[in-house]
Every structure is written in structure tokens, then in C-alpha cells.
């Protein structure tokens, strides 16, 4: 680890640490939170899950479109990020003329495997509980012909507010996760700008710098989609748990004005706006999509701190 840093300039060497760091924690607070102090969360979770599917009546059928299907997709991520690997391995070890044995360890490889079997192991969750949401809407609808609406809509709000409990136990079980991975996406954002950067002055090999740029591109893309695993599926369920909401008080609309059933309706719907999906990050700040925007400033932020560092750095030792 020290033999790789010890050629990288002042600013390189802080970025990488950083993200080493960052990864290491990651990967120990994980191993620790679901194998010791979680346990019972993990259980309420799961057990929660299945109470609701009995009440959605799911029979857990198997996905048979092969892009949705799960072994697909997992596959088809294993093989992209081996993939990504490789390229990054022999591209490190030609600039840095190291074994690949020592690049694969000392570059963090392994730690970026952990966070990123991590990152799907989250994303898994969060659409399993996505999928819930729109199920409930999909149920709900389905209540506007039927004669048992408010006995209906008693057992689908029951539900809502399961899921709303499991939301709470997820920001529990991956909060500072998901602070982590998100810290670690903006170090490495920083981490290959800077790279590009200092590697200017770095005597490369001119048909060598187009794959190292590739490298570090390949990094971006794999960075971004952990990230966007992680937000999307947060953002459907925020918005399908708040169409539930919407759809309670349109079918109380609908209802006679002043009946039994209307005010049953009512009281449901009010019910249900108390369990409106409320993603955090361990309750530090709200995950939604506006976080990119607050991303997108603070790795400018950063890059240009370190464009100025790296500046001051050259000038140094020019003058030495």
C-alpha cells in the first residue's frame, strides 16, 4: 500500500487514503451491524415483508422476463465490474510497473467488491419495498367497485403502515451505509479528475493515456450506478407511498357526502398520511434525488481544492 502511494503527489495521496478509509469502514460496519447489533431489525424487517404479502396476496411467482429477472441482473454485474477490474489492474500496473497481485490489493479492489456487493444487497431491499408500494396502489384501485371499501381499505392501510415501519428499520440497518457509499462516490469522482489532472505532467506513455482515461472513467460509471441504485428505487417508493396517500382521499371523494362509508374512508386516509415513506441516511439528512445537485457541488468544491493544492505543489518543487 505504501510502495503505490509513495508516487502519487500530495493531493493523491489524501484522496486515496480517503477513499481506502472510507471502503475499509464500510465494508467492517456492514460485517459488524448485520452479524451482530442488527440481528433483530433483520428479523422484524422479513417478518414484516411477509405479513404484508399475505395481506397483498402474493405468491412470490417467478420474474419471467429475462431482463427482470434477479440471477440475470446480478450476473450481469459480477461480470461488468470483473470486467472493470481487469482493465484497471493491468492499466495500474503498467504506470506503476507493479505486480497485478499487488494492484489488486493495494488499489483497494477488494474493498470496492465488498461496497459494491453491499450497494446491491441494499438496492435488493429498497426495491422489495418499492414493489410493495405499488402493489398497495394496484389494490387500491381495485376498491372502487367493490362493496367493502372501508373494510378493504382498513386492511391495505394496515399494510402501509408495516411498510412504513420497515422503511424506518432499512434507515436503521443501512443509514450509515449509505453515508459512506455516498462519501465514497464523491472521492473517487474526485479521485479520477485528479488522476487525469497531475497525470499531465506524469511521463506516460501518449497510446497508454486514451486507456488510462478509460480506467478512470470506467471507475465514474461504476461509482454513478452504485448511486443510482440506491436513489431510484428510494425515490419510486417515496413517490408510490404518497400516490396511496392521494389515492385514499380521491375514493373518499367519491364516496356519499355524510355517509357511514365516507367518514370511514376519511379516517383511514389520515391514517395512512402519518406513514408516508420517509427515506434518511441514519436521520442525518433526507435521500432523495436532490442529493445529486448537492453532490455535483461539493465534488466542484473539491476539485477545485485540489487543483489549487496540486498547483501549489508544482511550483514548490519546480522551485526546489
Avoid at 96 to 121: C, D, N, P, R, Y
Avoid at 241 to 249: M, T
Amino acid at each position: 500500500m505504501l510502495e503505490i502511494a509513495s508516487e502519487f503527489s500530495i493531493t493523491q495521496k489524501v484522496v486515496y487514503y480517503s477513499a481506502l478509509v472510507t471502503l475499509i469502514s464500510l465494508n467492517a460496519l456492514t460485517a459488524v451491524k448485520s452479524s451482530f447489533f442488527d440481528l433483530q431489525n433483520w428479523k422484524t424487517l422479513f417478518t414484516n415483508l411477509k405479513i404484508v404479502d399475505q395481506k397483498l396476496g402474493n405468491t412470490g411467482d417467478r420474474e419471467r422476463c429475462l431482463w427482470n429477472n434477479f440471477y440475470f441482473g446480478f450476473v450481469t454485474k459480477q461480470l461488468f465490474f470483473f470486467a472493470l477490474v481487469v482493465f484497471q489492474v493491468y492499466t495500474w500496473s503498467y504506470i506503476t510497473h507493479l505486480s497485478a497481485f499487488k494492484i489488486l490489493f493495494m488499489t483497494g479492489f477488494v474493498e470496492i467488491f465488498g461496497q459494491f456487493l453491499i450497494t446491491i444487497l441494499i438496492s435488493c431491499v429498497l426495491q422489495v419495498l418499492e414493489s410493495r408500494y405499488k402493489d398497495l396502489n394496484s389494490k387500491l384501485l381495485e376498491l372502487k367497485n367493490n362493496v367493502k371499501v372501508p373494510l378493504e381499505m382498513k386492511n391495505l392501510v394496515r399494510s402501509y403502515r408495516i411498510l412504513g415501519e420497515c422503511v424506518h428499520i432499512v434507515n436503521s440497518l443501512f443509514g450509515y451505509q449509505i453515508i459512506l457509499i455516498m462519501f465514497h462516490f464523491g472521492v473517487e469522482i474526485v479521485h479520477g479528475l485528479n488522476f487525469i489532472i497531475v497525470s499531465f505532467d506524469t511521463p506516460v506513455e501518449e497510446r497508454f493515456y486514451g486507456r488510462f482515461l478509460v480506467a478512470s472513467v470506467g471507475v465514474f460509471i461504476l461509482m454513478t450506478y452504485n448511486l443510482f441504485t440506491i436513489l431510484n428505487p428510494i425515490y419510486s417508493a417515496t413517490q408510490e407511498g404518497k400516490r396511496f396517500v392521494d389515492l385514499c382521499y380521491k375514493l373518499q371523494e367519491e364516496a356519499p357526502e355524510g355517509s357511514c362509508e365516507g367518514k370511514s374512508l376519511l379516517k383511514w386516509a389520515n391514517i395512512s398520511q402519518r406513514y408516508v415513506p420517509d427515506f434518511s441516511a441514519a436521520g442525518f439528512f433526507d435521500i432523495d434525488k436532490s442529493l445529486i445537485f448537492a453532490f455535483a457541488g461539493n465534488v466542484a468544491t473539491y476539485f477545485i481544492i485540489t487543483i489549487q493544492l496540486n498547483e501549489s505543489e508544482y511550483l514548490r518543487t519546480h522551485k526546489e
